[in-house]
């Protein structure tokens, strides 16, 4: 309750603690005025000073009014200066809507324009969204404009769906554009599916359009076929 009404007081006190401790005690606070009072917690986190501390309060503040009203807290995270607060505001309030409804959180996601913020957020809805109806998402993934967002988010599709279906995964990550990208991502799948099903994984890299050096590499790690 201090902290509510007097937060400059209160963070003066709080000086003589370890910075771990009063990083963590700011976010406990900050995550539980949200859920309950959001606006006045923003009025709160506006009131400490600019620093790294406050950047975490926003993002803890924008967590958990997304639990409740998620567009409310996008339309919280749209009202911040661009910055590192509002990129992980923004992260914050992809990972709790895209877990009950990513197709909304999508939407808006993908609103933001080209630039590292959509890329992570396209990144965290295809990621949490593959991870249990990829299907649905596969549309979405479909319709998003050639860039490096696309890239992304195909990227992390991939990632996700490698363990189950690392064919499928393949065939999703060959679609992306930019060749560093598309390498890295397949060289992760192929790791994965090495794992799972040596044999097949082996088939797929010999004949696959990786750099002859990856293949080596990945090959060698696997080790020689079962006979």
Do not use: C
Not at 13 to 23: T, V
Not at 90 to 106: G, K, R, T
Not at 119 to 124: H, V
């Amino acid at each position: 309750r201090w902290m509510q009404t007097d937060a400059r007081g209160a963070l003066s006190y709080l000086e003589s603690f370890p910075e771990a401790f009063r990083s963590d005690l700011l976010n406990r606070v900050a995550s539980r005025w949200g859920s309950s009072d959001p606006a006045a917690a923003v009025g709160w986190a506006n009131a400490l000073p600019q620093d790294a501390t406050r950047d975490r309060v926003l993002t803890s503040i924008a967590a958990s009014w997304a639990l409740n009203s998620p567009s409310e807290a996008a339309d919280f995270v749209s009202s911040l200066p661009a910055g590192t607060a509002q990129d992980g505001a923004a992260a914050a309030v992809i990972s709790q809507w895209a877990n009950y409804d990513p197709e909304q959180a999508a939407a808006w996601a993908a609103r933001f324009p080209e630039g590292k913020l959509r890329e992570r957020a396209l990144q965290q809805v295809a990621q949490q969204w593959a991870a249990y109806a990829p299907a649905e998402a596969a549309p979405w993934l479909e319709s998003l404009p050639q860039g490096p967002s696309r890239d992304v988010a195909i990227g992390g599709y991939a990632t996700a769906i490698a363990k189950t279906a690392p064919e499928t995964a393949v065939q999703w990550a060959e679609t992306v554009s930019d060749l560093a990208v598309r390498n890295s991502r397949l060289e992760s799948i192929a790791r994965i599916w090495l794992r799972s099903d040596p044999d097949a994984a082996r088939a797929w890299i010999n004949q696959s359009a990786l750099p002859d050096r990856k293949k080596q590499q990945l090959l060698t790690v696997a080790g020689p076929p079962k006979r």
